[in-house]
């Protein structure tokens, strides 16, 4: 049973990255070991948590439910590729304007979570932030100030 | 109602947080992000077993697997151990510790139990060579329910003779007790018996370790995402045989804790212990499965609580008998846990002296328990105030009209408890009104009373909790007299750097609370700068060598003070300097808005910016006055602080199918002033979803062999947005 190494070319934040990995490799692994983008966060082994939450290709991704080697090809955003010249997204100066985060451990997953359901639905009702937070889990904030946030940023007209 | 001091304070206002953007843009560095190059990482094997003989252990074979370095049994690292794992809190003389260390040695105790540790390139090597281990278990029967250890049919430590631990009284006035219980003793009497189900934290973060030694230099980093670097520090040169000095213990961001990072782990003493041995860094990544069984867990009690009441539901007296469920071991702080809401059983309620406590823990073959969410407190409250509503049925009145007649009472204030404990001041009655107001308490209980008769299958449950919390822990004397192993003060340093602007060092060490801004607030209200020129600086022993760190509701109310103190501190020093400055008395200085001016010559002035230059340039300070401009203060709180409140709930009940829909949640509380209204209401929102998950969806499920059932977030019930309404929240401020 020997190591089976892969070559991918993958887009992360604009910028695209060529690697040889472990065909075992998850995204999540990638991204946090290979590329250095701490960032997205492991908060479970069972891809129940969405810590880490990113876009491949524009949509939202547990990047713990895909391989490395899955991502050839793609374009990955991660919460790194979010704020733009310096300035918050405005996914995330909603959720700092209205205290969506208290440790932060789930937060790079959350609003990457948000941005994506945004992106399907511009403008959700509380109800539907709820439903469409779902595989996200934050233990801190009891999900108020969280809903609060992505209900301001459909509001302003968030962009994706 | 939030209280402002004033129109230019900061104090009272929603700052927006300045932790934010390091951790909204993945910037922010948790343990599991240090790059530190040259780490083995360290995977630990756990027993399959709650309770079972080790006949041998053979890791021959990992040392096979590729990339390992090292495998280790129990055994092997005896030696690596200057004493066991440490409780601080011995509550009794004579209570009952087993021997505890990071790998168990001859018997493993609980499922979870670590019995090897393989070091390794990667963490997915040490993972795959724990594999190539081989275990020789002799399993035992495990004891996994309170009663049958009390029996002692099987004994988990055989040298303790016995399962229980300890025995702890709290009796106040027994012949009024034994009076009101006595056949035809009290009017009305209620006998409840409640579950305190075990839950796992589960903070968002699961546990990492890094340990960077430097044996040439003499001392060694440990990285831990923990609630207590301080503590740690002390413990783990206890543990290891480091000299304290030389041990220097770092919390990056840490995801959360909810108590379950306020402990000395097993992990940071391996690591510490290989990484020493071996010259190099360690790290090791908690696995969720692995926490869920590795990381202490909460509550746990069997809670029997009798009381006795007169004609008209004044309660009279009081009975509680705890059975506390340790786990396999005493943690830092177990034993102590059910003894913290000792003093809560009585509620908000105006107890006469009859009260009689007495709690007996427990040994199981179970992960072992420790602080979690508020930590024996909410125990209590949950008992007192399920408990009052069964003798509001009991009695056929209204629960709230029960509670009315109970509460204490504003001019009560400052009252002495049963206990001998000072509450200082509470309006119960005007807090749960406020919350009845809020939810319509007469409306839901029409509509409840109005379903029941039309049959309805959909009923509606009304359930209203009244609490006081025994916060800001806490007077090292009153520790003394609960035999607690440490003080419980803070320390604070305030420093006005040349060019003004103003360093905090905390020895507090934030998880989530927010304490960057909200301390930033304090400074700027008492020093006259700006929130955002002032730098918290924390979590690191070698910046903040000195604290007793974050739990307990403690770091507001403990070391937020020391940092107002200290601030005190640096204008008294900021005074004599001005006063020499403007030649003139120091008692004839106003300090107001960062500026010493003459009484009835404003123009006479100097800001503070002035003198903190000048106190570095030191070349005219007024005679005996230091170079600098800081102070330090330790503060030893002279009483807890005693947050209340109500809060209600209003929930659906499906009685064909059982199933809970929560309608309404509100809550009224009364933390008194608030630095920031906005991080209040934050910590209200998480812990009340805390709550209605212990209510409605959390446990931590064993089968009767010790097995967790539901160790990961697949199966334990975590509840995400889609299970919780919004909340609405109200506070009150009393003087």
Same mark, same amino acid.
């Given at each position: 049973?020997? &190591? ?157 | ?66 990339? &390992? ?309 909410? =125990? ?217 001016? &003459? ?99 959390? =446990? ?36």
């Amino acid at each position: 049973m020997g &190591v089976v190494r892969l070559r991918i070319e993958v887009t992360v934040n604009g910028t695209t990255h060529t690697s040889e990995v472990e065909d075992r490799m998850l995204l999540v692994y990638y991204v946090r070991d290979v590329l250095g983008l701490t960032g997205t966060n492991i908060g479970c082994d069972t891809s129940s948590c969405g810590a880490c939450t990113l876009h491949v290709d524009g949509e939202s991704v547990k990047s713990c439910t895909m391989l490395a080697a899955q991502a050839d090809g793609t374009s990955i955003t991660t919460i790194e590729g979010l704020a733009k010249d310096g300035q918050l997204h405005p996914m995330q100066q909603a959720f700092h304007e209205n205290h969506g985060l208290q440790c932060g451990y789930c937060t790079p997953g959350m609003v990457m979570a948000a941005v994506g359901l945004l992106n399907e639905n511009p403008n959700p009702t509380e109800q539907e932030v709820r439903i469409g937070l779902e595989g996200n889990l934050c233990r801190c904030t009891g999900y108020h100030n969280i809903v609060k946030a992505v209900l301001a940023a459909a509001q302003q007209g968030a962009p994706a | 109602m939030s209280v402002t001091e004033a129109p230019t304070s900061a104090i009272g206002t929603p700052l927006l947080r300045k932790e934010d953007p390091a951790l909204l843009t993945g910037e922010a560095r948790y343990t599991n992000d240090l790059n530190v190059p040259g780490a083995l990482h360290l995977a630990v094997l756990r027993s399959p077993f709650a309770h079972a003989r080790i006949a041998s252990i053979d890791v021959s074979g990992a040392l096979q697997q590729p990339g &390992v370095v090292a495998a280790y049994t129990g055994a092997d690292l005896a030696d690596a151990w200057a004493a066991p794992m440490p409780c601080a809190w011995p509550v009794t003389e004579d209570m009952k510790n087993p021997p505890h260390h990071p790998l168990a040695v001859g018997k493993a105790n609980y499922v979870g139990d670590g019995v090897a540790a393989v070091l390794a390139q990667t963490e997915a090597q040490a993972l795959d060579a724990l594999q190539a281990i081989d275990v020789q278990y002799e399993p035992l029967n495990a004891v996994t329910d309170l009663e049958d250890a009390l029996s002692d049919r099987v004994v988990i430590h055989d040298d303790l003779g016995t399962n229980t631990s300890y025995t702890w009284e709290l009796k106040i006035g027994q012949e009024a007790v034994d009076a009101a219980f006595r056949e035809g003793g009290a009017a009305f009497t209620v006998k409840e018996r409640y579950i305190q189900q075990r839950l796992i934290p589960m903070a968002m973060e699961p546990r990492a370790v890094v340990a960077v030694p430097q044996p040439f230099g003499g001392d060694i980093t440990l990285y831990s995402a923990t609630q207590i670097p301080h503590i740690l520090k002390i413990m783990t040169a206890i543990t290891l045989g480091i000299p304290e000095h030389q041990v220097r213990v770092v919390a990056p961001a840490v995801g959360g804790g909810f108590g379950s990072k306020l402990n000395v782990y097993a992990e940071e003493l391996l690591c510490m212990a290989l990484a020493r041995k071996h010259g190099v860094p360690v790290r090791w990544n908690e696995i969720r499965a692995e926490g869920a069984v590795a990381t202490i867990q909460g509550r746990g009690q069997i809670q029997d609580i009798e009381l006795a009441a007169d004609e008209n539901g004044k309660v009279i007296a009081l009975r509680v008998r705890l059975v506390g469920d340790m786990g396999a071991y005493l943690q830092l702080v177990t034993p102590g846990i059910p003894l913290l809401g000792a003093f809560l059983y009585a509620g908000v309620y105006d107890l006469p002296e009859a009260y009689d406590f007495s709690c007996t823990s427990v040994f199981t073959n179970l992960t072992p328990t420790d602080a979690y969410r508020g930590a024996g407190r909410p =125990e209590a409250t949950y008992a007192i105030e399920r408990a009052m509503d069964a003798l509001a049925a009991k009695m056929g009145i209204d629960p709230f009209e029960l509670r009315k007649r109970n509460y204490i009472r504003k001019e009560q204030f400052p009252y002495t408890a049963f206990s001998g404990l000072v509450y200082d001041s509470a309006d119960h009655l005007a807090a749960a009104e406020r919350a009845a107001e809020l939810a319509g308490y007469e409306a839901v209980r029409a509509e409840q009373e109005q379903r029941r008769q039309a049959g309805d299958t959909k009923h509606l449950g009304i359930g209203m909790s009244s609490y006081f919390e025994m916060c800001g822990l806490a007077p090292s004397r009153v520790l003394a007299s609960l035999n607690y192993g440490a003080g419980g003060w803070e320390s604070a340093t305030v420093r006005v750097l040349p060019t003004s602007k103003v360093q905090v060092v905390t020895g507090s060490a934030p998880h989530g609370q927010g304490h960057e801004t909200a301390w930033s607030q304090i400074v700027a209200a008492k020093l006259g700068v700006s929130p955002e020129d002032v730098d918290v600086l924390h979590s690191d022993t070698a910046i903040s060598p000195i604290g007793l760190d974050t739990y307990g509701s403690r770091s507001l109310a403990v070391g937020g003070i020391a940092i107002d103190m200290a601030c005190d501190r640096v204008i008294d020093k900021a005074r004599k300097i001005a006063a020499h400055q403007l030649e003139a008395r120091e008692d004839d200085l106003d300090f107001e808005g960062g500026t010493f001016s &003459v009484k009835g010559t404003p123009d006479k002035s100097v800001p503070l910016a002035g003198i903190a230059f000048a106190a570095f340039t030191a070349h005219d300070l007024p005679e005996g006055v230091e170079p600098n401009l800081e102070a330090s203060c330790t503060y030893d709180p002279p009483n807890f602080s005693w947050p209340f409140g109500t809060h209600i709930a209003v929930v659906e009940v499906d009685t064909e199918t059982g199933g809970v829909d929560l309608q309404r949640y509100v809550a009224v509380d009364d933390c008194g002033v608030q630095v920031n209204p906005m991080i209040v209401n934050g910590q209200v929102h998480g812990g009340v979803v805390q709550g209605i998950a212990q209510a409605l969806w959390e =446990e931590a499920v064993y089968d009767d062999d010790g097995n967790l059932r539901n160790p990961t977030l697949l199966d334990y019930m975590v509840p995400s947005a889609a299970e919780v309404p919004s909340f609405e929240l109200d506070s009150t401020v009393t003087p």
